[in-house]
């Protein structure tokens, strides 16, 4: 595997992880007072852009980690919505 390739996915795995707490923790209390719903919106449309980005140049460790990171958003706007 080129350099380049691991580092990248070395990467999205990083920041894709980095959501799993703030779901679980929101999962967990029932609570996203303190998540803002704005900030959702504005990562969600920039990672599905990054996943666009990721397909037109063919680079599958951007796909894989803003296509997860895109689901967990939604998962953390799910819950947002619910427990408002």
Known sequence: MDTTVLVGY????????AFIPQVSRAWRLRETR??????LVL??????LWTIYGFSVSAPPIIAANVITFLL???LAGLKLKYH
């Open 10 to 17: 070395i990467a999205g795995t990083l920041t894709t992880i």
């Open 34 to 39: 303190d998540i803002s719903l704005a900030m």
């Open 73 to 75: 958003i939604l998962v």
């Open 43 to 48: 990562f969600a449309a920039g990672v599905l």
